[in-house]
């Protein structure tokens, strides 16, 4: 067991809300993840987080590539200075070798079972799955013939569990578009049963955009989270969309931009991959993956303040 800890300054702001109050979502701060051995090393390859049912206690999963995949139990708690985390269990791991690239983690609703999203390589080809890994083993969703990093990036369930809410970061059928797509599945029968258009924001600086992660608020609303980078500029711009469900598609409304932080360029936020309602529904909680290249990119948590 370690123990990590994170710092950051900002002002503790304690609101009546849920997650269905949610019209716009304020910057409150972020920092680096490091070890508490060194307070140098970053926990590397951050891809995603899930709040539990226990007060300020996540899970935490890696997409370093490599097998088993590693989650972390761990509990974060706010005060006037700023957040102290701590690793409750250590580190735990999946043993199946052909598991490699954790990309999401959440609890279904109602049974408490761990799922998780995963892309690989298997046998020469791109392919990205939803697995159950916990109380018992199970493939539940399974997509071939991709572009390398643009399967099940995001995923969560509905209010009673019995569906899942499937993101394909980006156009799952290798055509250069803006347009891709989110479906809806049957849990026990593994089945579609809906899919949603929606349109990815356009930039001029690059061709490729990409939903990271999805969060839903109720059965008709999901939190969309944008990121895209661009190599010019050299850094990532991420947005968060309120997305209303429709019968075919889904529209979207802007409740978050990394470029309208003020004052403007102090806030740099880097790869943002995962993203949770806090236990205490007060804020959204991001995460960032450093791609195992702690020189240039930075693992991070980022706190956003829910608006009414």
């Known amino acids: ?3 990590v800890l994170i710092t950051i300054l900002f002002s503790v ?5 849920t997650a269905q109050n949610i019209k716009s979502l304020s910057y409150v701060g972020h920092c680096q993840v ?7 090393n970053p926990l590397d390859g951050i891809s995603g987080i899930e709040a539990t049912a226990f007060p300020n206690t996540y899970y935490l999963i890696t997409d370093v590539d490599a097998s088993p995949i590693l989650y972390y139990d761990f509990n974060i708690e706010l005060n006037n200075m700023g957040i102290d985390l701590k690793v409750n269990t250590g580190v735990s791991k999946w043993s199946k070798e052909d598991v490699t690239r954790g990309e999401c983690i959440r609890l279904r609703p109602t049974t408490n079972e761990l799922y998780i999203s995963t892309e690989e390589e298997y046998k020469g080809a791109d392919r990205t799955r939803i697995l159950k890994v916990w109380p018992e083993r199970e493939e539940i969703l399974i997509e071939t013939n991709l572009y390398t990093n643009s399967g ?5 369930f509905s209010e009673d569990g019995k569906y899942l809410y499937v993101a394909m970061e980006c156009c799952p059928d290798k055509k250069e578009t803006w ?16 899919s949603y258009n ?3 924001d356009k930039h001029a600086e690059t061709v490729k955009n990409g939903i990271s992660e999805i969060l839903l608020i109720n059965n008709s609303t999901l939190l969309i989270l944008e990121r895209v980078y661009l190599y010019d500029k050299r850094k990532n711009i991420i947005r968060i969309y309120k997305g209303t469900i429709g019968k075919k598609k889904i529209k979207k409304t802007k409740v978050f931009d990394s470029d309208e932080i003020t004052p403007k360029g102090k806030v740099i936020l880097d790869n943002i991959e995962g993203m949770t309602l806090s236990t205490d529904k007060k804020h959204i909680i991001l995460v960032s993956d450093n791609n195992a290249m702690p020189q240039r990119q930075v ?3 980022v706190f956003l303040k ?3």
């Open 179 to 194: 347009d891709t797509y989110i479906k809806k599945y049957d849990v026990e029968t593994k089945k579609e049963v809906a």
């Open 34 to 40: 490091v070890t508490e051995e060194d307070q140098i």
């Open 306 to 308: 829910i608006e009414e």
């Open 13 to 17: 702001a304690f609101l009546s809300l």
């Open 198 to 200: 929606y349109q990815l």
């Open 299 to 301: 693992a991070q948590v």
């Open 1 to 3: 067991m370690f123990r």
């Open 152 to 156: 099940f990036e995001g995923f969560d």
